[in-house]
C-alpha cells in the first residue's frame, strides 16, 4: 500500500475507505474577511465544520479529497485544527483555481512579454507536493485547476500547464474543474494528449453536470475519471437525472471509472445565504442517504457502489504509486 498524506498525517491508502472524491471544508475570500469580517466569525466556523464532518463520518464516509486551493481561499493551519478534532481523512491539494486571469501574484512574473522565464506556479506546486504547505508539514496529496465555460483562454491554460508540469515532476494526480455542459473535457484532453500525461492519473471533476452520456462514454473510452459530485446541486441538473446518468453509465462499463461527491463545503461565502431554499439537498450526506438508494433501485449493484466510493478514489490518488 502507498502512504497517502492528509491534514491529520500520512494515512495508508488502503485505509482511505469511502471516500467522497470532491468537498470542501471551507471556500472563502480572505480579501473581504479581513476588510468586512462582520460574518465570519472563526470560532463558530470552526465549530461547525467539526460537527458537520462528524456526522458524515457517522453516516459511513471516511475521507474526503478537498480541493480548495488558491483562488478559493486554502487555509491549511485551520483545516489541520479541524482534523485533528474529527475521525475523518482530509486530503487537500495544490495549484490555482481561474476561470480567466491567473491571480495578479502570477501575472507579471514567470513567461511574460515573451521572455524565456520559468512559471513560478511549477515549484510552489511541487513544494506543496514534496516539502508541506505553509509551514504546517502537511502535504497536498493532488493538484487542481479549472476550465470553466469560458474554455481554454491564456490564464487557464498557463495554469493547466503549470499543474501538467507539476504532475510531471512528482506523479501527483490531478483534477480539472470542467464545464461538462459545454465539453470543456475535450479542451483539457487536447493539452494533456499534447503533453503526454497518461489520461488515467486525471479527474474531470462536474462530469455529473451533464446528462449527455455519449459524450461522458467519449471520455471514459479515452481513459479519464469521471467526477459525478454535484449530487445535490439541482438546478444544475435535477436529480433524478443525475442519478440516471451514473446508472447508465455502470450499464455501459464505467463503473471503474466515476467517483462520487458533493463538491458541498462546510461554509461558503461565495453564495448568499438567501439562496440556500434552492438547493435544499446540497449537503454531504445526500449521497449516503439518498443517492445510492436510489441508485441501487436503477439496478446499480452494490459492488459497483464499492467500486465508485472506495476503489476508484484510492487507484486515481495512487495511479503513479
Keep these: 500500500m502507498t502512504e497517502i498524506p492528509t491534514a491529520g498525517g500520512t494515512v495508508d491508502s488502503g485505509a482511505l475507505g469511502r471516500t467522497l472524491c470532491h468537498e470542501h471544508v471551507f471556500v472563502l475570500t480572505p480579501d473581504v474577511q479581513q476588510n468586512y469580517p462582520d460574518e465570519w466569525d472563526e470560532e463558530r466556523r470552526v465549530a461547525e465544520a467539526i460537527e458537520k464532518l462528524t456526522a458524515l463520518k457517522a453516516n459511513g464516509i471516511d475521507t474526503i479529497f478537498d480541493p480548495t486551493v488558491v483562488g478559493l481561499g486554502r487555509y491549511i493551519p485551520r483545516i489541520v485544527r479541524i482534523a485533528a478534532q474529527v475521525d475523518l481523512n482530509i486530503v487537500v491539494a495544490t495549484g490555482v483555481y481561474t476561470y480567466d486571469e ?19 506556479m511549477v515549484p510552489l506546486f511541487v513544494r506543496d507536493l514534496t516539502e508541506g504547505i505553509a509551514g504546517t508539514g502537511v502535504r497536498a496529496a493532488f493538484l487542481k485547476c479549472a476550465v470553466d465555460a469560458r474554455g481554454m483562454v491564456e490564464g487557464v491554460e498557463r495554469v493547466l500547464r503549470a499543474v501538467i508540469g507539476a504532475h510531471q515532476q512528482t506523479g501527483a494526480p490531478i483534477m480539472v474543474h470542467t464545464d461538462s455542459r459545454e465539453r470543456r473535457g475535450l479542451d483539457v484532453d487536447a493539452v494533456i494528449r499534447e503533453t503526454g500525461v497518461d489520461p488515467k492519473h486525471v479527474m474531470l471533476a462536474h462530469c455529473g453536470d451533464s446528462a449527455d452520456v455519449d459524450h461522458l462514454t467519449e471520455l471514459g473510452e479515452r481513459g479519464y475519471f469521471l467526477g459525478m459530485d454535484r449530487f445535490g446541486i439541482d438546478v444544475y441538473l435535477p436529480f433524478e437525472q443525475r442519478v440516471e446518468t451514473v446508472a447508465e453509465m455502470c450499464r455501459r462499463g464505467f463503473a471503474e471509472q466515476m467517483l462520487l461527491a458533493h463538491d458541498a463545503a462546510c461554509y461558503i461565502d461565495w453564495i448568499d445565504p438567501a439562496f440556500a431554499p434552492m438547493s435544499p439537498n446540497w449537503h454531504y450526506l445526500h449521497v449516503t442517504n439518498d443517492v445510492l438508494p436510489a441508485l441501487r433501485e436503477r439496478g446499480v449493484s452494490d459492488e459497483q457502489i464499492e467500486t465508485m466510493m472506495i476503489d476508484n478514489p484510492r487507484r486515481w490518488i495512487t495511479a503513479s504509486a
Excluded: H, K
Design 102 to 120: 491567473v491571480p495578479s501574484f502570477f501575472r507579471m512574473r514567470g513567461p511574460i512579454f515573451g521572455l524565456d522565464l520559468p512559471e513560478p
